[in-house]
Protein backbone atom coordinates (compact mmCIF):
# COMPACT_ATOMS: atom_id res chain seq x y z
CA UNK A 1 0.00 0.00 0.00
CA UNK A 2 1.24 3.32 -1.21
CA UNK A 3 0.52 6.29 1.90
CA UNK A 4 2.24 8.62 3.37
CA UNK A 5 5.95 8.07 2.38
CA UNK A 6 7.17 7.00 -0.75
CA UNK A 7 10.15 6.49 -2.10
CA UNK A 8 12.21 6.27 -5.27
CA UNK A 9 11.44 2.24 -5.87
CA UNK A 10 7.80 3.10 -4.54
CA UNK A 11 7.79 5.80 -6.87
CA UNK A 12 8.45 3.61 -9.88
CA UNK A 13 6.27 0.81 -9.04
CA UNK A 14 3.10 3.17 -8.86
CA UNK A 15 4.21 4.39 -12.48
CA UNK A 16 3.84 1.42 -13.87
CA UNK A 17 0.28 0.41 -12.54
CA UNK A 18 -0.48 4.20 -13.48
CA UNK A 19 0.85 3.42 -17.04
CA UNK A 20 -1.19 0.40 -16.85
CA UNK A 21 -3.88 1.83 -15.32
CA UNK A 22 -4.17 4.24 -18.69
CA UNK A 23 -3.63 2.30 -21.76
CA UNK A 24 -6.49 2.79 -24.51
CA UNK A 25 -8.14 -1.11 -24.82
CA UNK A 26 -6.53 -2.33 -21.26
CA UNK A 27 -9.18 -2.08 -18.72
CA UNK A 28 -9.33 -4.88 -15.47
CA UNK A 29 -10.20 -8.15 -17.10
CA UNK A 30 -7.43 -7.50 -19.66
CA UNK A 31 -5.31 -5.96 -17.81
CA UNK A 32 -5.47 -8.89 -14.84
CA UNK A 33 -4.70 -11.76 -17.92
CA UNK A 34 -1.27 -9.20 -18.73
CA UNK A 35 -0.35 -9.66 -14.92
CA UNK A 36 -1.27 -13.48 -14.47
CA UNK A 37 0.60 -14.19 -17.73
CA UNK A 38 3.85 -11.51 -17.19
CA UNK A 39 3.87 -10.78 -13.91
CA UNK A 40 3.94 -7.13 -12.60
CA UNK A 41 3.68 -4.04 -14.65
CA UNK A 42 7.42 -4.00 -15.42
CA UNK A 43 7.37 -7.19 -16.80
CA UNK A 44 4.36 -6.44 -18.87
CA UNK A 45 6.21 -3.26 -20.83
CA UNK A 46 9.18 -5.36 -21.33
CA UNK A 47 7.70 -8.19 -22.56
CA UNK A 48 8.07 -8.44 -26.70
CA UNK A 49 5.13 -7.54 -29.24
CA UNK A 50 5.17 -11.15 -29.95
CA UNK A 51 4.47 -12.53 -26.86
CA UNK A 52 1.56 -9.68 -25.98
CA UNK A 53 -0.05 -10.84 -28.81
CA UNK A 54 -0.55 -14.11 -27.53
CA UNK A 55 -2.68 -12.27 -24.88
CA UNK A 56 -4.34 -9.11 -26.36
CA UNK A 57 -5.07 -7.88 -29.68
CA UNK A 58 -2.49 -6.06 -32.03
CA UNK A 59 -3.60 -2.35 -31.00
CA UNK A 60 -3.42 -2.98 -27.40
CA UNK A 61 0.30 -4.86 -27.68
CA UNK A 62 1.54 -1.92 -29.75
CA UNK A 63 0.22 0.97 -27.14
CA UNK A 64 2.29 -1.67 -24.42
CA UNK A 65 5.52 -1.59 -26.22
CA UNK A 66 5.43 2.90 -26.82
CA UNK A 67 6.87 4.66 -24.96
CA UNK A 68 4.67 6.07 -21.43
CA UNK A 69 1.65 8.42 -22.58
CA UNK A 70 1.96 12.17 -21.32
CA UNK A 71 -1.12 11.22 -19.44
CA UNK A 72 0.45 8.25 -17.02
CA UNK A 73 3.32 11.20 -16.44
CA UNK A 74 0.61 13.58 -15.26
CA UNK A 75 -1.08 11.09 -12.97
CA UNK A 76 1.81 9.85 -11.41
CA UNK A 77 2.93 13.82 -9.71
CA UNK A 78 -0.86 14.03 -9.37
CA UNK A 79 -0.67 11.11 -7.22
CA UNK A 80 2.01 11.17 -5.53
CA UNK A 81 1.28 14.57 -4.31
CA UNK A 82 -1.71 13.32 -3.14
CA UNK A 83 -0.05 10.50 -1.25
CA UNK A 84 1.58 13.15 0.95
CA UNK A 85 -1.65 13.97 2.61
CA UNK A 86 -2.54 12.05 5.68
CA UNK A 87 -5.63 8.95 5.09
CA UNK A 88 -4.62 9.05 1.65
CA UNK A 89 -3.57 5.47 -0.01
CA UNK A 90 -3.47 3.82 -3.23
CA UNK A 91 -3.50 -0.33 -2.96
CA UNK A 92 -2.64 -2.09 -6.04
CA UNK A 93 -3.83 -5.27 -7.39
CA UNK A 94 -0.90 -6.87 -5.84
CA UNK A 95 -0.87 -5.66 -2.44
CA UNK A 96 -1.35 -7.96 0.08
CA UNK A 97 -4.17 -5.16 1.57
CA UNK A 98 -6.17 -5.23 -1.15
CA UNK A 99 -9.87 -6.28 -0.14
CA UNK A 100 -10.53 -10.28 -0.28
CA UNK A 101 -13.62 -9.93 -1.76
CA UNK A 102 -12.84 -7.96 -5.00
CA UNK A 103 -10.54 -10.47 -5.93
CA UNK A 104 -13.26 -12.51 -5.97
CA UNK A 105 -15.58 -10.64 -8.89
CA UNK A 106 -14.57 -11.08 -12.80
CA UNK A 107 -13.05 -7.32 -12.84
CA UNK A 108 -10.90 -5.94 -9.95
CA UNK A 109 -10.08 -3.28 -10.39
CA UNK A 110 -6.23 -2.53 -10.84
CA UNK A 111 -5.98 0.67 -8.36
CA UNK A 112 -8.12 1.43 -5.45
CA UNK A 113 -7.52 4.72 -4.73
CA UNK A 114 -8.60 5.43 -0.83
CA UNK A 115 -9.24 8.41 2.09
CA UNK A 116 -9.67 7.22 5.51
CA UNK A 117 -9.34 3.87 7.01
CA UNK A 118 -8.39 1.26 4.50
CA UNK A 119 -9.02 -1.62 6.65
CA UNK A 120 -12.66 -1.19 6.85
CA UNK A 121 -12.41 -2.65 2.85
CA UNK A 122 -11.67 -5.93 4.32
CA UNK A 123 -13.91 -6.15 7.09
CA UNK A 124 -17.33 -7.90 6.57
CA UNK A 125 -19.73 -5.47 5.82
CA UNK A 126 -23.20 -4.97 3.99
CA UNK A 127 -23.97 -2.82 1.30
CA UNK A 128 -27.50 -0.82 1.76
CA UNK A 129 -28.13 1.16 -1.01
CA UNK A 130 -31.84 2.59 -2.65
CA UNK A 131 -33.49 5.72 -4.32
CA UNK A 132 -31.79 8.92 -4.46
CA UNK A 133 -35.31 10.12 -4.39
CA UNK A 134 -36.39 8.74 -1.28
CA UNK A 135 -39.39 8.67 0.81
CA UNK A 136 -38.88 10.25 4.32
CA UNK A 137 -39.61 6.55 5.50
CA UNK A 138 -37.26 5.00 3.35
CA UNK A 139 -34.41 7.50 4.45
CA UNK A 140 -35.52 6.74 7.83
CA UNK A 141 -35.15 2.83 7.50
CA UNK A 142 -32.09 3.00 5.83
CA UNK A 143 -30.53 5.10 8.90
CA UNK A 144 -31.50 2.72 11.40
CA UNK A 145 -31.15 -0.73 9.36
CA UNK A 146 -27.41 1.03 9.10
CA UNK A 147 -27.17 2.08 12.48
CA UNK A 148 -28.26 -1.21 13.93
CA UNK A 149 -26.25 -3.81 11.59
CA UNK A 150 -22.80 -0.77 12.07
CA UNK A 151 -23.96 -1.41 15.99
CA UNK A 152 -23.26 -5.06 15.48
CA UNK A 153 -19.60 -5.05 13.53
CA UNK A 154 -20.96 -4.56 10.48
CA UNK A 155 -19.20 -2.17 8.04
CA UNK A 156 -21.83 -0.43 6.08
CA UNK A 157 -21.53 0.22 2.62
CA UNK A 158 -22.96 2.61 0.19
CA UNK A 159 -22.23 5.00 -3.09
CA UNK A 160 -22.85 8.79 -1.39
CA UNK A 161 -25.09 9.46 -3.20
CA UNK A 162 -28.46 11.46 -1.90
CA UNK A 163 -31.50 9.86 -0.17
CA UNK A 164 -31.03 6.41 0.77
CA UNK A 165 -27.49 6.08 0.24
CA UNK A 166 -26.54 9.82 2.74
CA UNK A 167 -28.94 7.86 5.18
CA UNK A 168 -27.13 4.48 4.98
CA UNK A 169 -23.53 6.57 5.54
CA UNK A 170 -25.04 8.66 8.61
CA UNK A 171 -26.11 5.31 10.32
CA UNK A 172 -22.64 3.53 10.08
CA UNK A 173 -20.93 6.34 11.51
CA UNK A 174 -22.93 6.24 14.69
CA UNK A 175 -21.80 2.66 14.92
CA UNK A 176 -18.60 0.69 15.41
CA UNK A 177 -18.83 -0.41 11.75
CA UNK A 178 -18.44 2.38 10.39
CA UNK A 179 -19.11 3.35 7.00
CA UNK A 180 -17.32 2.77 3.29
CA UNK A 181 -18.19 4.96 0.30
CA UNK A 182 -17.70 4.07 -3.10
CA UNK A 183 -17.29 6.81 -5.74
CA UNK A 184 -17.67 7.11 -9.06
CA UNK A 185 -15.35 10.15 -9.43
CA UNK A 186 -11.84 10.23 -8.35
CA UNK A 187 -11.13 10.09 -4.97
CA UNK A 188 -9.92 13.47 -4.63
CA UNK A 189 -13.15 15.10 -5.71
CA UNK A 190 -16.94 14.61 -4.29
CA UNK A 191 -20.15 14.19 -5.42
CA UNK A 192 -22.62 15.51 -5.10
CA UNK A 193 -21.31 18.49 -3.32
CA UNK A 194 -24.12 18.52 -1.05
CA UNK A 195 -22.80 15.80 0.75
CA UNK A 196 -19.40 17.24 1.39
CA UNK A 197 -19.50 17.87 4.62
CA UNK A 198 -20.79 14.08 5.09
CA UNK A 199 -17.65 13.33 2.96
CA UNK A 200 -15.13 14.75 5.21
CA UNK A 201 -17.12 13.19 8.15
CA UNK A 202 -16.73 9.97 6.19
CA UNK A 203 -12.63 10.35 5.49
CA UNK A 204 -12.17 10.83 9.01
CA UNK A 205 -14.11 7.75 10.84
CA UNK A 206 -14.51 5.41 7.75
CA UNK A 207 -13.20 4.91 3.94
CA UNK A 208 -14.08 6.65 0.64
CA UNK A 209 -12.90 4.48 -2.23
CA UNK A 210 -12.12 4.79 -5.77
CA UNK A 211 -11.23 2.99 -8.88
CA UNK A 212 -10.76 5.92 -11.04
CA UNK A 213 -7.87 8.29 -11.46
CA UNK A 214 -7.82 11.21 -9.17
CA UNK A 215 -8.85 14.54 -11.01
CA UNK A 216 -11.94 12.55 -12.98
CA UNK A 217 -15.39 13.84 -12.37
CA UNK A 218 -18.90 12.56 -12.34
CA UNK A 219 -19.29 11.09 -15.34
CA UNK A 220 -22.95 9.13 -15.91
CA UNK A 221 -21.08 5.97 -17.44
CA UNK A 222 -19.20 5.63 -14.06
CA UNK A 223 -21.77 5.32 -11.70
CA UNK A 224 -23.32 1.66 -12.79
CA UNK A 225 -19.81 0.81 -13.19
CA UNK A 226 -18.80 1.49 -9.32
CA UNK A 227 -22.09 -0.44 -8.08
CA UNK A 228 -20.32 -3.76 -8.92
CA UNK A 229 -17.46 -2.84 -5.90
CA UNK A 230 -20.67 -2.05 -3.97
CA UNK A 231 -22.12 -5.35 -4.22
CA UNK A 232 -18.37 -6.87 -4.44
CA UNK A 233 -17.23 -5.70 -0.87
CA UNK A 234 -19.75 -6.45 0.76
CA UNK A 235 -20.99 -9.83 2.33
CA UNK A 236 -24.87 -9.01 1.58
CA UNK A 237 -26.82 -6.40 -0.18
CA UNK A 238 -29.42 -4.56 1.03
CA UNK A 239 -32.06 -2.70 -1.15
CA UNK A 240 -34.05 -0.13 1.30
CA UNK A 241 -36.45 1.27 -1.61
CA UNK A 242 -36.18 1.21 -5.14
CA UNK A 243 -38.80 1.85 -8.05
CA UNK A 244 -39.30 -0.70 -10.72
CA UNK A 245 -36.35 1.19 -13.39
CA UNK A 246 -34.10 1.92 -10.24
CA UNK A 247 -30.07 1.55 -10.95
CA UNK A 248 -30.11 -0.25 -7.41
CA UNK A 249 -31.20 -2.83 -8.92
CA UNK A 250 -28.82 -3.35 -11.38
CA UNK A 251 -26.36 -3.37 -8.33
CA UNK A 252 -28.56 -6.00 -6.64
CA UNK A 253 -28.26 -8.29 -9.87
CA UNK A 254 -24.43 -8.17 -10.17
CA UNK A 255 -24.56 -9.18 -6.08
CA UNK A 256 -26.31 -12.33 -7.33
CA UNK A 257 -23.56 -12.85 -10.00
CA UNK A 258 -20.83 -12.35 -7.69
CA UNK A 259 -22.76 -14.67 -5.37
CA UNK A 260 -23.04 -12.33 -2.25
CA UNK A 261 -27.00 -12.65 -0.50
CA UNK A 262 -29.33 -9.32 -1.49
CA UNK A 263 -32.43 -8.40 0.89
CA UNK A 264 -35.10 -6.54 0.18
CA UNK A 265 -37.59 -4.19 2.47
CA UNK A 266 -40.74 -4.60 1.28
CA UNK A 267 -43.42 -1.97 1.28
CA UNK A 268 -47.29 -0.69 0.08
CA UNK A 269 -48.28 -2.30 -3.38
CA UNK A 270 -49.56 1.21 -4.12
CA UNK A 271 -46.00 2.31 -3.41
CA UNK A 272 -44.11 3.61 -6.58
CA UNK A 273 -40.76 3.19 -4.58
CA UNK A 274 -41.45 -0.26 -3.43
CA UNK A 275 -42.09 -2.02 -6.63
CA UNK A 276 -38.35 -2.49 -7.08
CA UNK A 277 -37.87 -4.27 -4.04
CA UNK A 278 -41.13 -6.71 -4.54
CA UNK A 279 -39.69 -7.34 -7.92
CA UNK A 280 -36.47 -8.30 -6.02
CA UNK A 281 -38.25 -10.72 -3.48
CA UNK A 282 -39.92 -12.48 -6.77
CA UNK A 283 -36.59 -12.91 -8.01
CA UNK A 284 -35.26 -14.86 -4.75
CA UNK A 285 -34.46 -11.84 -2.80
CA UNK A 286 -34.50 -12.50 1.41
CA UNK A 287 -37.36 -10.06 2.47
CA UNK A 288 -36.37 -8.71 5.77
CA UNK A 289 -38.24 -6.47 7.94
CA UNK A 290 -35.51 -5.30 10.66
CA UNK A 291 -31.64 -5.06 11.17
CA UNK A 292 -32.19 -8.52 13.23
CA UNK A 293 -33.24 -10.51 10.06
CA UNK A 294 -30.34 -9.47 8.09
CA UNK A 295 -27.79 -10.60 10.80
CA UNK A 296 -29.55 -13.99 10.89
CA UNK A 297 -29.39 -14.25 7.64
CA UNK A 298 -25.33 -13.92 7.90
CA UNK A 299 -25.76 -15.78 11.09
CA UNK A 300 -23.65 -12.95 12.62
CA UNK A 301 -24.01 -11.42 15.66
CA UNK A 302 -21.64 -9.14 17.72
CA UNK A 303 -18.72 -9.26 14.95
CA UNK A 304 -18.26 -12.97 15.10
CA UNK A 305 -20.20 -15.41 13.56
CA UNK A 306 -24.19 -16.23 14.83
CA UNK A 307 -23.63 -19.76 16.62
CA UNK A 308 -27.26 -21.21 16.91
CA UNK A 309 -27.19 -21.59 20.54
CA UNK A 310 -29.08 -24.95 21.95
CA UNK A 311 -32.33 -24.90 23.37
CA UNK A 312 -34.38 -27.32 24.70
CA UNK A 313 -37.56 -28.46 22.93
CA UNK A 314 -39.65 -27.62 25.94
CA UNK A 315 -38.79 -24.74 28.13
CA UNK A 316 -40.78 -22.64 30.51
CA UNK A 317 -40.88 -19.92 28.47
CA UNK A 318 -42.85 -22.29 25.65
CA UNK A 319 -45.12 -23.96 28.42
CA UNK A 320 -45.83 -20.09 28.85
CA UNK A 321 -46.71 -19.17 25.07
CA UNK A 322 -48.70 -22.62 24.80
CA UNK A 323 -50.04 -23.40 21.29
CA UNK A 324 -51.35 -19.64 20.24
CA UNK A 325 -50.12 -16.46 19.50
CA UNK A 326 -49.28 -13.89 22.52
CA UNK A 327 -48.55 -10.38 22.81
CA UNK A 328 -44.64 -9.58 24.73
CA UNK A 329 -46.71 -8.30 27.22
CA UNK A 330 -48.96 -11.15 28.11
CA UNK A 331 -45.92 -13.33 27.98
CA UNK A 332 -44.01 -11.21 30.33
CA UNK A 333 -47.06 -11.40 32.93
CA UNK A 334 -46.96 -15.59 32.46
CA UNK A 335 -43.98 -15.97 32.63
CA UNK A 336 -42.68 -13.19 35.45
CA UNK A 337 -39.62 -12.50 33.23
CA UNK A 338 -38.69 -8.36 33.06
CA UNK A 339 -38.78 -7.80 29.15
CA UNK A 340 -34.94 -7.01 28.70
CA UNK A 341 -34.50 -10.83 29.83
CA UNK A 342 -38.10 -11.95 28.10
CA UNK A 343 -36.98 -10.37 24.08
CA UNK A 344 -33.09 -12.22 24.57
CA UNK A 345 -35.14 -15.52 25.73
CA UNK A 346 -37.44 -15.11 23.11
CA UNK A 347 -35.05 -14.44 20.33
CA UNK A 348 -33.10 -17.55 21.46
CA UNK A 349 -35.89 -19.68 20.99
CA UNK A 350 -36.84 -18.28 17.27
CA UNK A 351 -32.99 -18.70 16.28
CA UNK A 352 -33.42 -22.09 17.42
CA UNK A 353 -36.42 -22.69 15.12
CA UNK A 354 -39.05 -23.06 18.02
CA UNK A 355 -40.76 -19.55 17.75
CA UNK A 356 -41.78 -17.46 15.17
CA UNK A 357 -42.89 -13.72 14.93
CA UNK A 358 -45.77 -12.59 13.64
CA UNK A 359 -47.17 -8.98 12.21
CA UNK A 360 -48.70 -7.40 15.04
CA UNK A 361 -45.97 -8.26 17.12
CA UNK A 362 -47.26 -11.41 18.10
CA UNK A 363 -45.40 -14.79 18.93
CA UNK A 364 -46.51 -18.44 18.04
CA UNK A 365 -44.25 -21.30 18.48
CA UNK A 366 -43.21 -23.38 15.72
CA UNK A 367 -44.08 -26.83 17.29
Known amino acids: MYAIATTADTATELAGWLRLQHLPGVG ?4 RAL ?26 ARAIVQPPKPVANSQLALTLQWLQRPGNAVLTLADAAYPPLL ?10 YVRGRAELLSRPGVAIIGSRNASAQGMQNAAAFAHALSAAGLTIISGLALGIDTHAHEGGLRGAGATVAVIGT ?4 VYPRRNLDLAQ ?23 PRRNRLISGLARGVLVIEAAAQSGSL ?19 IHATLAKGCHALI ?24 RVRPAVADETPLLAALGHDPLDADTLA ?7 GALMGELLALEMAGLLERLPGGLFQRCK
Open 28 to 31: PVVA
Open 35 to 60: LTRFGLPPKIFAAPFEALREVVPASV
Open 103 to 112: LEIADPPLLL
Open 186 to 189: GADL
Open 201 to 223: RIAEQGCIVSEYALGLPAMPANF
Open 250 to 268: ITARLAGEQGRDVYALPGS
Open 282 to 305: KQGAKLVESADDVLQELQWLGGVP
Open 333 to 339: ARSGLAM
